[in-house]
């Protein structure tokens, strides 16, 4: 994730060229306008036929590719906040069990250091999981940590290192680790529909294709400006939501899942008294 301030407009502006939607769009912008120019210089110079396509024809494609984009991106936020606010929760369940388990388990237990080994391993290993490819085999490291952060805590328990109340306190905080993991595979494992995107693409395309059929009678070479302006305004949308709706991944806009891991293994640390 690419850290900026918000407040500084001079940086944003100055940062503008090193964008990755501008780099990967600068080549497809320069054709955009080169196709602008070459239909200008046909209907004008060679032709001389007007296309009857005006200005409203394309306000029409406009309107409802703008409504297109909007859903669009949208959702891809959607996807991309959902994310950050599960690892929010994560980073709270993590330090909400190092509480529990500092203030409730017994100085003389052993597993103190098995509570602070584990819990700051999990958001490491569910990042990693996270980031496999789709259908890859191998193992759930995820859930092989929380199913030793179980059989240890119940053992303690029976053990009598822990209160038997602490079972209705540290329990349920052990099984949100499931659900955050859940909730975090489904993002993953539920990409946008692929007609959807790819409709889209096909859209802002043909959008462009058209453009300059449609202004240049009004506009002449002016077309070549505005075809290319329009063209990096939408696809520049279409990628960027692209981007965003995988908010897993290690592209620079994806979550610092890494130094959310790093918070929660220092803070476990810190509150179980153990060293990192």
Same mark, same amino acid.
């Given at each position: 994730?690419?850290? #900026?301030?918000?407040?500084? +407009?001079?940086?944003?502006?100055?940062?503008?060229?090193?964008? %990755?939607?501008?780099?990967?769009?600068?080549?497809?912008?320069?054709?955009?306008?080169?196709?602008?120019?070459?239909?200008? +210089?046909?209907?004008?110079?060679?032709?001389?036929?007007?296309?009857?396509?005006?200005?409203?024809? !394309?306000?029409?494609?406009?309107?409802?590719?703008?409504?297109?984009?909007?859903?669009?991106?949208?959702?891809? #936020?959607?996807?991309? +906040?959902?994310?950050?606010?599960? +690892?929010?929760?994560? @980073?709270?369940?993590?330090?909400?069990? &190092?509480?529990?388990? =500092?203030?409730?388990?017994? =100085?003389?237990?052993?597993?103190? &250091?098995? #509570?602070?080994?584990?819990?700051?391993?999990?958001?490491?290993?569910?990042?990693?999981?996270?980031?496999? %490819?789709?259908?890859? /085999?191998? %193992?759930?490291?995820?859930?092989?940590? @929380?199913?030793?952060?179980?059989?240890?805590?119940?053992?303690?328990?029976?053990?009598?290192?822990? /209160?038997?109340? $602490?079972?209705?306190?540290?329990?349920?905080?052990?099984?949100?680790?499931?659900?955050?993991?859940?909730?975090?595979?489904?993002?993953?494992?539920?990409?946008?529909?692929?007609?959807?995107?790819?409709?889209?693409?096909?859209?802002?395309?043909?959008? $462009?294709?058209?453009? /300059?059929?449609?202004?240049?009678?009004?506009?002449? #070479?002016?077309?070549?400006?505005?075809?290319?302006?329009?063209?990096?305004?939408?696809?520049?949308?279409?990628?960027?939501?692209?981007?965003?709706?995988? /908010?897993?991944?290690? =592209?620079?806009?994806?979550?610092?899942?890494?130094?959310?891991? @790093?918070?929660?293994?220092?803070?476990?640390?810190?509150? !179980?008294?153990? %060293?990192?």
């Amino acid at each position: 994730m690419i850290p #900026y301030d918000p407040k500084n +407009w001079l940086r944003i502006l100055v940062d503008f060229p090193k964008s %990755p939607i501008f780099r990967t769009l600068a080549l497809d912008v320069v054709g955009a306008g080169i196709y602008s120019a070459l239909v200008v +210089w046909i209907e004008t110079d060679v032709i001389r036929v007007a296309v009857p396509l005006g200005p409203s024809f !394309l306000s029409i494609l406009g309107i409802i590719l703008g409504l297109l984009l909007v859903f669009r991106t949208n959702t891809a #936020y959607d996807r991309w +906040w959902e994310g950050r606010k599960l +690892w929010g929760q994560l @980073v709270n369940v993590s330090r909400g069990l &190092a509480h529990q388990i =500092d203030a409730m388990l017994a =100085d003389a237990a052993s597993s103190r &250091a098995t #509570y602070a080994r584990e819990l700051a391993a999990f958001p490491l290993a569910l990042a990693g999981h996270l980031r496999r %490819p789709r259908g890859e /085999p191998g %193992p759930h490291v995820p859930n092989a940590i @929380v199913t030793t952060l179980q059989r240890t805590f119940h053992a303690d328990v029976r053990a009598g290192h822990f /209160p038997r109340e $602490a079972i209705l306190t540290v329990a349920p905080q052990l099984a949100q680790l499931d659900d955050i993991t859940g909730a975090c595979e489904r993002i993953r494992n539920t990409p946008i529909p692929f007609s959807y995107s790819s409709y889209i693409k096909q859209f802002v395309v043909l959008y $462009a294709l058209v453009m /300059p059929f449609g202004l240049v009678e009004e506009f002449g #070479y002016g077309t070549v400006i505005a075809s290319m302006f329009t063209f990096f305004a939408t696809m520049g949308l279409e990628l960027l939501a692209t981007e965003i709706e995988e /908010p897993f991944g290690t =592209d620079r806009n994806d979550l610092p899942l890494d130094d959310l891991a @790093v918070i929660i293994e220092r803070d476990v640390h810190q509150l !179980l008294g153990t %060293p990192a």
